[in-house]
């Protein structure tokens, strides 16, 4: 299922924290959520620093700009290693040339490497695009009902 990701294009996983990396997500995040600010650079931090997080990211090799984003989550429970895939955002900049793609196709090639058998990603019907990348890629709707509850501070 791997493929070479598309002409100009790097993902990485990252290890630190930058300057250029905190305005990417105040640029990014906005696209993705108007609900929740950006992460600052000491979220960023936990999050790199995270044993179960691998924050990867997609570079524009012409600009050197982060393109897009995407959180993958590997944890062990009773029944295994389990995969999630959260928050992932290209910028409309990039939309189009392959980015989603390529940060997904990354993140299920971690995720075999770290021995899930699955991975689970949810996306609003509203995000056609995403959705139709994400079939495209494999993914299979499930039969399931999400709860959330929200965790007064």
Known sequence: MSADPPTGIEVVELTT??????A????????LSRSNPPPDRAALDAIVASDACRLLVARDLATGEIAGSLTLVVFPIPTGVRAW?????????????????????????????????????????????????????????????????VLED
């Open 17 to 22: 924290v930058d300057d250029r990396v905190v």
């Open 24 to 31: 990417a997500f105040e640029r990014l995040i906005p696209q």
């Open 85 to 149: 895939i959260e928050d992932v955002v290209v910028d409309e900049a990039a939309r189009g040339r392959g980015v989603g793609e390529a940060l997904n196709r990354a993140a299920l090639d971690a995720a075999r490497q770290a021995g899930a058998r699955t991975v689970d990603l949810t996306s609003r019907p509203s995000r056609e695009a995403a959705n139709r990348l994400y079939q495209r890629l494999g993914f299979e709707p499930r039969e399931t009902n999400v709860y959330r509850i």
